[in-house]
């Protein structure tokens, strides 16, 4: 492939990566309020269009015209900085997410996805390590007691449980031999007895997919971990300062990051794009798709779901949840992986 | 385009270290430091060191600058003082003085150490190893070659995690 040709074929799948994470961030924050709206007995948004499917919209809208207010004492350049930090690095994890094999169109071999490294997973990590300066930098240059108190809790706690976190990924890797998501997910096809996929779920990494789900919501700062914007004592955390487009920024930031959890649950533990292919060649191409996204929407509507049902944690039994259960099972998880993969 | 990119981001990685040193508050130093390591992972990339270049962003952008950050804001340190007594004389002849002897060790060691024969962007001219600074060729490195120097630092980094611990901890 040439290098002009190289460069307009990732421009393109950029745009359209962009385009489908952002839609499913707005849609996101409608299926959430109407998912907790049933869960809590009511109907949720219903008066923009038909089931309110226009509700994105109008919210996207009123944030463009709402006011946009810089606190007096805050520092500007940091205070600016800091929400667009936070949704540049939410959206460029995405790039290395694989969500379907090779495919040829129109002559042009290409893999789907925006760029198949193979340190794949290690830049995901890095960039949920640099998206801590985000949240730090807002609550601190807000120059406001709620914010500072908000984002002092919120890196902490990002922190604490990037340990586990990356700790509980460890099986997944020495499983698979590589930090490349698609080899990871090629390293799971196939199946047991004929119907039982090869997922790292099924073969043994089930524990360490509970760690990575606790420790990713307390990541992406969702309830029930969501103690940096506990709205009963801090208004609304490290964003209470921030009004119109730089608030949804954060917002978006934070739908995005849910994406970005799902799609590596999905890739990691879930087998990816892999599940049953049939039918003619155009539907063979498209179900690889179809299923890495069912899996990603899975997650996105777990994540609702616990919202909906838990109660918020105390910090204290956050912090020692992390470090004193987490984190001790995430190493023992590495030992005993390790020892079934050397035994074999 | 390998030197394009090994002038753009050595030369902003120098900008950061100069702005360093040069900011009054203390967390803009911080930031440029942040700067400073991420432009030197993207020169590590260059150079054909993918895992160094990630771990450098994990561990020294990610998390040990997060704790600098993090101190920052707890002391809430102000903006520093500006010295009474900086003398002009120093400025003007210390700071190209500091440049050439620099220079002159950089050159040295570059000389006299075979350096000079690495290309910018060309991993397989290091020793001709095939696969030079991906995961699994730091793996064999950390992990069966100098697998007991390795340990025994990991001992050494724990020891020294439980001297923090007991120098931090309140007398009872």
């Known amino acids: 492939m040439s290098i002009g040709l190289y460069i307009l074929v990732s421009l393109i799948k950029i745009a359209v990566a962009v385009f489908v994470l952002l839609t499913g961030v707005a849609y996101t924050t409608l299926a959430e309020r109407k998912v907790v709206a049933h869960i809590q007995n009511r109907w949720g948004p219903s008066r923009v269009g038909p089931f309110g499917v226009w509700q994105p919209l109008a919210d996207g809208l009123k944030f463009i015209f709402k006011e946009d207010i810089t606190p007096p004492f805050a520092n500007r350049p940091l205070y600016l900085l800091a929400p667009i930090l936070s949704l540049t690095v939410a959206l460029t994890a995405i790039a290395v997410v694989p969500i379907g094999p090779w495919v040829t169109i129109g002559g042009v071999h290409t893999p789907l996805q925006i760029a198949d490294v193979n340190i794949g997973l290690l830049i995901i990590l890095g960039l949920t390590s640099i998206g801590v300066y985000g949240v730090a930098l807002a609550g601190w240059s807000s120059n406001s007691k709620y914010s500072m108190l908000g984002s002092l809790r919120a890196s902490a706690q990002m922190v604490s449980y990037e340990i586990a976190l990356s700790l509980s990924l460890v099986g997944v890797l020495i499983y698979a031999g590589s930090f490349s998501l698609r080899d990871i997910v090629t390293s799971q096809s196939g199946t047991f007895l004929g119907i039982i996929p090869k997922w790292n779920i099924f073969t043994g990494q089930f524990i360490a997919f509970f760690i990575y789900l606790t420790a990713a919501y307390a990541e992406t700062n969702r309830i029930p971990f969501d103690l940096s914007e506990a709205e009963t004592e801090l208004v609304a955390g490290y964003h209470t300062e921030y009004s119109s487009m730089k608030f949804a920024m954060f917002f978006m930031a934070e739908y995005a990051n849910m994406f970005t959890v799902a799609c590596l649950a999905t890739v990691l533990f879930f087998g990816g794009w892999l599940g049953p292919v049939f039918g003619p060649p155009i539907l063979q191409a498209l179900l690889p798709i179809f299923w890495f996204v069912v899996k990603v929407l899975a997650f996105i509507f777990v994540y609702i779901w616990v919202r909906g049902t838990l109660p918020r944690f105390r910090y204290d039994q956050l912090m020692a949840f992390g470090w004193k259960f987490l984190l001790p099972l995430a190493i023992a998880n590495i030992l005993v992986t390790a020892l079934i993969v050397a035994l074999k | ?172």
Request: glycine share 10%; proline share 3%.
């Open chain 2, 1 to 172: 385009m390998h030197l394009a990119l090994f002038l753009i981001f050595g030369a902003v990685c120098v900008g950061a270290a100069i702005n360093l040193l040069v900011q009054k508050h203390p967390i803009n130093s911080a930031l440029s430091l942040i700067v400073v390591m991420g432009s030197l992972a993207l020169l590590y990339l260059l150079l054909g060191a993918e895992f160094v270049a990630a771990v450098q962003v994990i561990v020294y952008a990610g998390a040990i600058m997060v704790l600098f950050v993090f101190t920052i804001m707890l002391l809430n340190a102000g903006e520093e003082e500006v010295l009474p007594h900086t003398s002009c004389v120093a400025v003007m002849l210390g700071v190209p003085g500091l440049i050439v002897g620099l220079a002159i060790g950089v050159w040295v060691i570059v000389r006299y150490a075979g350096l000079d024969r690495i290309a910018i962007g060309g991993p397989q001219v290091l020793n001709g190893t095939e696969g030079f600074g991906n995961p699994r060729a730091v793996a064999h490195l950390l992990f069966r070659d100098f697998l007991l120097p390795f340990e025994v630092t990991s001992i050494l980094v724990l020891i020294a995690i439980l001297g923090a611990v007991v120098l931090a901890r309140r007398e009872e």
